[in-house]
């Protein structure tokens, strides 16, 4: 299925180039040998279907060649974001307990030390790029030895992507070989084509960037990408240089590059721009249009359903999330009246039923907690849905905020705030930004009758957290509104602090 996809593609690509990045192009030939190698490292440590893989790579050929050498070694893939702290790095580790963790040779030295400090054993491997890596023998033996490492059901665990949980922990979401079969199948089959070239400026171990990013392999076409932070001017200048065809991106950075680019910039390849992470803006998908005669289409997904839930057809829906993908049940329900649907054109809960969904969440013990009911799973998202099928996200039931295409959740942030001596007490919301859709804003409960500094603070969250997960800004207040049952009251929260008060307000700004 998936597998067997994905390492078919990369033997038949050949000399076409699969990938450009920071350092160079690397063609399908040279990722499949430097993946093989990698492998060859990789299957002395499988012991079962179950082991596990982590990659800590920034984006580029490595972070490939890392992600194909563990399903070429038949181990369930963990993708890391290359931002993580250490403190983070930690927390998901000795959550996942991986056979191996990939990373560059720049940082292996020190993941050790990390992982031995802490006593987590792991093997940690350095992805080393290098040129003698394609002249190493017969692509034919390794390939015989990687299809025979494939052969797993259609439910096993194939990759497992972190996604923020309410209690403050990374949730690791298990996604199944059917699963990914389905929803890059399908967007490959709806998106690419073998002569397109696709920038990709988001982070691959993100849920939208591995759907990006592996659809474009499976179709045989170039794959874009940056392992630095995102640099709009440099973007504006790749994707003319490079011919590109196909954008994917958080709606963040399509406002940025509409911010950098003069009146002269027109890539005259781009045939589509997809986006996906947060809802885009009307005013932001008619800017882009009138500056590139190319239409901003967005879809919408879930780590839970391996990629996108929803997609816009060929010739409708344009306005909205889309119409359900191939194999995906949607109800909109009542959410005071749960299980209840509502009719078209009313606001409800959107729930989602099929293959793509995860069996569910990764516990400590490596066992699997359930996130659905009956197999539904209830995605918090307010929608309204029409007569033709198009669903429209119109917000959210959850607290979970999302900035900049990522899914924060406050818990996370809050209790990273408390470790601070100064600290009583904190609690995080979502403020609106024109930029990045939301970012997180805090409350704080100093332990002294004295205000702590705010800017000490924020560097402390910096140290913990990665930059989006770190508020923007700061409010401090005596106490914080609790509800009749003593748990805090978010909806007085934001009623006070969701939107930037009078000037007299202590108020910091990151």
Not at 96 to 113: C, F, H, M, N, V
Not at 186 to 197: A, M, Q, S, Y
Not at 399 to 415: K, L
Request: proline share 7%.
């Amino acid at each position: 299925m998936f597998r067997d996809a994905l390492i078919d593609a990369l033997a038949a690509g050949g000399a076409r180039v699969a990938v450009l990045d920071d350092t160079a192009a690397c063609s399908y030939a040279e990722l499949d040998a430097w993946s093989s190698s990698l492998a060859d490292t990789l299957r002395p440590l499988t012991r079962t279907p179950e082991d596990c893989a982590a990659l800590l790579l920034p984006n580029g050929a490595s972070w490939l060649a890392a992600h194909l050498a563990a399903h070429k070694a038949g181990m369930a893939v963990a993708p890391m974001n290359a931002v993580l702290t250490e403190h983070e790095i930690v927390r998901v580790l000795e959550h996942l307990r991986p056979r191996a963790l990939l990373t560059g040779p720049d940082r292996s030295d020190d993941i050790k030390e990390l992982c031995a400090g802490r006593r987590l054993r792991v093997d940690v491997i350095a992805a080393t790029p290098g040129r003698h890596v394609v002249r190493r023998g017969p692509h034919e033996a390794a390939g015989a030895k990687t299809r025979a490492a494939t052969g797993r059901v259609a439910d096993a665990p194939c990759m497992i992507m972190h996604t923020s949980g309410s209690t403050g922990l990374c949730r690791p979401v298990v996604q199944t070989e059917q699963a990914l079969h389905l929803a890059v199948g399908f967007w490959r089959g709806r998106h690419r084509g073998p002569d397109d070239v696709v920038a990709v400026p988001i982070p691959l171990a993100h849920t939208y960037g591995h759907l990006a990013a592996i659809s474009t392999l499976l179709a045989g076409a170039t794959l874009l990408t940056s392992s630095r932070a995102f640099e709009p001017t440099w973007w504006l200048e790749q994707l003319v240089a490079r011919d590109v065809t196909v954008i994917e991106a958080v709606p963040t950075a399509y406002r940025g590059l509409l911010e950098a680019a003069g009146p002269w910039w027109r890539p005259a390849a781009l045939r589509r721009c997809l986006s996906a992470g947060q809802q885009t803006p009307a005013d932001l998908r008619r800017d882009w249009h009138r500056h590139t005669g190319v239409e901003l289409l967005q879809s919408w997904g879930m780590t839970e359903l391996s990629g996108a839930g929803l997609s816009p057809t060929a010739d409708s829906c344009r306005d909205g999330a889309g119409v359900p993908v191939p194999g995906l049940e949607v109800r909109v329900v009542d959410p005071q009246t749960p299980g209840h649907p509502v009719p078209a054109g009313t606001v409800g809960e959107l729930w989602v039923r099929g293959p793509q969904v995860t069996p569910g969440y990764l516990t400590s013990s490596g066992q699997m907690a359930s996130v659905t009911d009956d197999g539904w799973l209830r995605t918090g998202d307010l929608v309204v849905r029409d007569a033709h099928e198009c669903v429209r996200v119109v917000g959210r039931s959850k607290d979970t905020i999302m900035t900049g295409g990522y899914s924060v959740q406050p818990a996370e942030i809050e209790d990273v705030l408390r470790t601070h001596p100064e600290v009583e007490d904190a609690a995080v919301i979502a403020r609106t930004d024109p930029r990045r859709g939301e970012v997180p804003h805090a409350v704080i409960v100093p332990r002294h009758d004295r205000r702590p500094d705010a800017e000490e603070l924020l560097s402390h969250c910096r140290g913990l957290l990665a930059r989006y997960k770190v508020p923007r800004s700061i409010d401090f207040a005596e106490r914080l509104p609790l509800s009749a049952t003593g748990k805090l009251d978010r909806a007085a929260l934001r009623g006070r602090y969701g939107a930037p008060e009078q000037e007299d307000t202590p108020h910091v700004v990151a």
